[in-house]
């Protein structure tokens, strides 16, 4: 059973940093996108960043030159650096890896974390 647990949520004033980390357990294979997503109370949930196996990355608009995505390939390990956070920032942080592979033969799976909080005060 592959899961993906998230760490590093809490409360920080505005222009505070948190560091997000998610590590994926279990039988894996192999990992190719791991990505963020956030969920505001009465709101969609909203991807704001992603990462490629070979480094590549996406970020939402919203948090371009404030946030860093980042991954250790030998640790199956995302981590979201969040600085200069905003109260719009408030949300619970979900980690997501849409297509891991936990055996050479076995199919994709796309797999989510619980959620961390994070609350931004202003």
């Known amino acids: 059973q592959v899961q993906l647990v998230e760490s590093g949520g809490g409360l920080v004033q505005a222009g505070g940093s948190l560091r997000l980390s998610c590590a994926a357990s279990?039988?894996?294979?192999?990992?190719?996108?791991m990505a963020w997503y956030r969920q505001a109370v009465g709101k969609e949930r909203e991807l704001v960043a992603s990462?490629?196996?070979?480094?590549?990355?996406n970020y939402a608009d919203s948090v371009k030159g404030r946030f860093t995505i980042s991954r250790d390939n030998a640790k199956n390990t995302v981590y979201l650096q969040m600085n200069f956070l905003k109260p719009e920032d408030t949300a619970v942080y979900y980690c997501?890896?849409?297509?891991?592979?936990?055996?050479?033969?076995?199919?994709?799976?796309?797999?989510w974390g619980q959620g961390t909080q994070v609350t931004v005060s202003s």
């Open positions: 990462i490629s196996n070979g480094g590549s990355t």
């Open positions: 279990g039988s894996i294979f192999r990992i190719n996108t």
């Open positions: 997501n890896a849409p297509d891991l592979r936990a055996t050479a033969a076995s199919t994709w799976y796309n797999v």
